[in-house]
């Protein structure tokens, strides 16, 4: 049996929603990316992809996860992009002061193990050593797998979370 919403725990959000929903302006804005965009970043709250790209809402796609890596699922998700949704060029963008940079894989199992008795190693957080590193390696391998094809142009920058100014990379 599904549980009840949570109520109080969302008031906040829900009325947020309904000041929202009164001067909402996207109805009938179709699915694909209007400017061809998809930016794979970092899930961190002081992001907005669209607005760092100078975007809104409808043009471009935004696939975000810890560390803005290029995972399993953002592949799976930009093949569907690349083929259904109007993507044609891809932006990889971590950011700088990203926790995913801060610490190495046993570290971050060790700590949330000791502050809150956890044991979190069957998941691979996929911490960087290196930004500049990591970046090219999910530039590349997005260029690289056999199901993107080769005419969608891929890129990689680094968001600087203190300046808002993106910083290309060369891959």
């Known amino acids: 049996m599904p549980e009840k919403f949570p109520d109080v725990d969302f008031a906040d959000v829900l009325k947020a929603n309904a000041e929202f929903s009164k001067s909402f302006t996207f109805a009938g804005q179709p699915g694909r990316a209007g400017r061809g965009l998809a930016i794979v970043t970092c899930m961190d709250s002081r992001i907005s992809p669209l607005a760092v790209v100078g975007m809104q809402a409808g043009d471009a796609k ?11 699922d953002v592949l799976r998700t930009l093949v ?6 109007g993507v044609d060029r891809i932006l990889v963008m971590p950011h700088t002061d ?9 570290e971050i199992h060790a700590t949330i193990a000791e502050q809150y008795g956890v044991d979190t190693r069957s998941l691979e ?8 590193a990591a970046l090219i390696t999910d530039v590349t391998r997005i260029r690289s797998f056999p199901l993107i094809p080769s005419t969608v142009a891929v ?11 993106l910083d290309p990379v060369d891959c």
């Not at 957080?125 to 500049?132: G, I, P």
């Not at 890129?155 to 100014?165: E, M």
């Open 98 to 106: 990203c926790r995913m940079a801060q610490a190495q894989e046993p």
């Open 125 to 132: 957080f996929r911490t960087v050593v290196d930004q500049r």
């Open 155 to 165: 890129a990689g920058a680094i968001y600087d979370v203190r300046t808002g100014s």
């Open 62 to 72: 935004i696939l975000r996860n810890a560390g803005a890596r290029v995972t399993e």
């Open 80 to 85: 569907l992009a690349t083929y259904l949704l």
